[in-house]
Nanobody, 126 residues
Framework: QVHLEESGGGLVQAGGSLRLSCAASGLTFTILTMGWFRQAPGKEREFVAAMRWNGDSTYYTDSVKGRFTISRDNAKNTVYLQMNSLKPEDTAVYYC???????????????????WGQGTQVTVSS
């Protein structure tokens, strides 16, 4: 099992920045890909970004490219999502996810990840 715990959400004005953290514990050696998803009220959960567990490859959905950055602190087994130039449409609950399938180029489906965090709320005011 892999346990994920997110932190770092909050309220920010449009144009501002936030950094989300996701601490992984347990059988982390089984993880191949880490991802971030988000779910806005009344909408389905959608893919945001993914990274190969060793940190050498990343992919972003089009709506966040150039604004969000996924990264990892190897020593802490922690993955980050740096979010800059935030927009009101970025408002959502953000979820960290860990998967045991290889990283690939392109958007990810929810079923490609077997472990999920509890989510952290990000609210961007206009």
């Amino acid at each position: 099992q892999v346990h994920l715990e997110e932190s770092g959400g909050g309220l920010v004005q449009a144009g501002g920045s936030l950094r989300l953290s996701c601490a992984a514990s347990g059988l982390t050696f089984t993880i191949l890909t880490m991802g971030w998803f988000r779910q806005a009220p009344g909408k389905e959960r959608e893919f945001v970004a993914a990274m190969r567990w060793n940190g050498d490859s990343t992919y972003y959905t089009d709506s966040v490219k150039g604004r969000f950055t996924i990264s990892r602190d190897n020593a802490k087994n922690t993955v980050y999502l740096q979010m800059n130039s935030l927009k009101p449409e970025d408002t959502a609950v953000y979820y960290c996810a860990a998967g045991q399938r290889p990283w690939h180029y392109g958007d990810y489906r929810l079923d490609e990840f077997g472990f999920w965090g509890q989510g952290t709320q990000v609210t961007v005011s206009s």
